[in-house]
């Protein structure tokens, strides 16, 4: 079972994510969606979490979401979502610790695909 948290303002990204999870899943539901609204609490819900992944939404700010990556200390997979015009922070995420980095927009199918890639690619 993995633990996929959506660090965002609005429920949009994880609203979508759950939805097309549980769509596509098949047997394996046990994955379980969780959203927060701030940084406090995404440590608060990973806390005692073995394993899951992070997805952040840009808009949360981007000087936050940078802090966030360089002190994210689990070894969650981390994907960042953010507005085309936000494209030349990719490399910055990337090697402070993002997995994977899309550019809006992004569809649910999508988001999922690139969900079950990046946790496929850390569970060998």
């Known amino acids: 079972m993995s633990t996929i948290i959506v660090l965002e303002r609005d429920s949009r990204f994880r609203g979508e994510l759950e939805i097309e999870w549980l769509r596509t899943a098949g047997a394996n539901r046990d994955d379980v969606v969780e959203s927060a609204a701030s940084v406090s609490e ?11 992944m992070l997805v952040v939404d840009l808009e949360m700010g981007q000087a936050e979401v940078l802090r966030l990556l360089e002190r994210w200390d689990r070894n969650w997979p981390v994907v960042v979502i953010g507005p085309q015009e936000t494209a030349g922070l990719e490399w910055p995420m990337r090697e402070l610790g993002a997995t994977a980095v899309l550019f809006e927009p992004v569809n649910p199918s999508r988001l999922v ?6 946790l496929k690619q850390v569970s060998r």
């Open 42 to 52: 995404l440590f608060g819900l990973s806390a005692g979490v073995r394993t899951g």
């Open 113 to 118: 695909a690139t969900c079950r890639r990046v």
